[in-house]
């Protein structure tokens, strides 16, 4: 079909409108960031190459509600570093408004943790640590359990279990930098870490704590044949002997135990038990008796091992209670 041959209520493919669509600009937006960029304030250090990446509207309750973030991390209520001179800037805001009409018109929005990160990805980049730590403290704030986990594994490194304490950090000092003197470093998240681990290990009770790399144990924990810590520290009977000293009433059995070495047989004597469901459960309780005695030992190892040597033991036990048995009904 020929231009020529297109139906009159069609428009031919090079001559049909095509859609203009305008973009949005906040104008008093970019009024502000002028203003605030004009603001801006040399560096301490004279040969300091750090330069204002980004200007960005924020909820985090600093005067002014913007904030510059730096090319080494920091976030500030001041830009410091490198900015366009200020006659450029006002140039180039004056050249917008000129060709305001071209631009659809838009108000300014309540900035969320969602605007503030769109813009970040918009630019190319990543959201800084810093910048997700100071959306996650308003999250805490307003009790947004969804965004904290998000923070708590994607920057943190931790799972949902920290939510706790790291609310809890989120809403401590570390912060305080920016609301009192303008500035806020990278640095600042390792402090909220400290405090985040802090909080953890307050919250963590005494029984699943750890103190050199061991473990304290409740007073009730109990170990085995009804065996629990206080017994460990109480004036009664070595713990280890009680598991160790006495043979099974059977015969066959005893005659088998008492062929293993001390810690196996208490291994042997621990799997016994009614709580115990696996041999490396069985050894590791042997090993907590004394873990200075069992330095080295693996539970999982120690208890296969163990495992092992019993069902070698009782079959040659069989083997031979067999033979002696074939032997004293042989004819005279």
Same mark, same amino acid.
């Given at each position: ?245 006495? @043979?099974?009433?059977?015969? &066959? ?7 293993? #070495?001390?810690? !196996?047989? $208490? +291994? /042997?004597? %621990? ?30 190892? @120690?208890?296969?091992?163990? &495992? ?7 079959? #040659?036990?069989? !083997?031979? $209670? +067999? /033979?002696? %048995? ?7």
């Amino acid at each position: 079909m020929t231009v020529e041959d297109t139906p009159s209520h069609f428009m031919p493919p090079d001559v049909a409108p095509r859609s203009c669509v305008r973009p949005e600009v906040d104008f008093d937006l970019v009024v502000r960031a002028t203003q605030f960029l004009g603001t801006a304030q040399a560096p301490a250090d004279p040969l300091s190459e750090v330069y204002v990446e980004a200007v960005i509207p924020v909820h985090w309750g600093v005067d002014g509600g913007l904030v510059a973030v730096h090319s080494d991390g920091t976030v500030a209520t001041r830009p410091i570093g490198k900015v366009p001179p200020l006659h450029v800037l006002e140039a180039g805001t004056l050249e917008l408004l000129a060709h305001s009409p071209e631009y659809v018109h838009v108000p300014t929005r309540q900035p969320t943790a969602e605007t503030i990160s769109r813009g970040f990805l918009e630019m190319g980049r990543s959201v800084p640590d810093i910048v997700q730590a100071l959306n996650a403290r308003q999250a805490a704030l307003l009790d947004d359990t969804r965004q904290l986990d998000a923070f708590t594994s994607d920057v943190l490194g931790l799972w949902s279990g920290w939510r706790e304490p790291v609310s809890t950090a989120l809403l401590g000092d570390w912060a305080s930098p920016l609301l009192s003197s303008g500035s806020l470093a990278p640095t600042a998240l390792d402090c909220l870490r400290t405090e985040a681990r802090t909080i953890h290990r307050q919250l963590t009770p005494l029984s699943q704590r750890r103190v050199a790399g061991e473990r304290l144990w409740s007073l009730d924990f109990r170990f085995g044949d009804d065996l629990t810590t206080y017994d460990l520290i109480s004036d009664g009977p070595d713990p280890f002997e009680v598991l160790t000293g006495s @043979l099974p009433d059977d015969p &066959r059995v005893a005659s088998v135990l008492a062929q293993l #070495r001390p810690i !196996e047989y $208490a +291994v /042997a004597m %621990a799997w016994a038990g009614t709580r115990v469901t696996s041999w490396a459960e069985a050894a590791a309780d042997v090993i907590a008796l004394d873990p200075a005695q069992f330095t080295g030992c693996a539970p999982r190892a @120690l208890g296969e091992r163990v &495992r092992t040597k019993l069902i070698r033991l009782g079959k #040659r036990h069989t !083997e031979r $209670a +067999v /033979a002696a %048995a074939a032997w004293k009904g042989r004819p005279a």
